[in-house]
């Protein structure tokens, strides 16, 4: 599958935005989607993970209660809603699918979309 990150932008701490993550393929309704981001010098970072039809999703402690993740397989879409944006926000997220193993870790992921950089200034 083929994954394009979409959404990003430059916004101030306290605004929203909304992240998309397309996928081709007839099979993306199986997988299990993912959102992490990357600050500059530091590790890539699970954010959230939403299981195959919406079953159960899961959130990193720094974003739970502001971040949303969900998906609308009828259009291979899964979106990040981040609200009460924060400076230490500010990264490259990335769309990944397919996780076997750890869904917080980068390494269970098999497909990963290009990244979209997000900048919250304060």
């Known amino acids: 599958v083929q994954l394009q990150a979409s959404g990003g932008g430059l916004v101030q701490a306290g605004d929203s935005l909304r992240l998309s993550c397309a996928g081709s393929?007839?099979?993306?309704?199986?997988?299990?989607m993912a959102w992490f981001r990357q600050a500059p010098g530091k590790e890539r970072d699970f954010v959230a993970a939403?299981?195959?039809?919406?079953?159960?999703?899961h959130y990193a402690d720094s974003v739970k209660g502001r971040f949303t993740i969900s998906r609308d397989d009828a259009r291979n879409t899964v979106y990040l809603q981040m609200n009460s944006l924060r400076p230490e926000d500010t990264a490259v997220y990335y769309c990944?699918?397919?996780?076997?193993?750890?869904?917080?870790?980068?390494?269970?992921?098999?497909?990963w979309g290009q990244g979209t950089l997000v900048t919250v200034s304060s």
């Open positions: 393929g007839r099979t993306f309704s199986i997988y299990r």
């Open positions: 939403i299981a195959r039809s919406a079953t159960r999703v």
């Open positions: 990944a699918a397919d996780s076997r193993g750890d869904y917080t870790l980068p390494r269970s992921y098999n497909y």
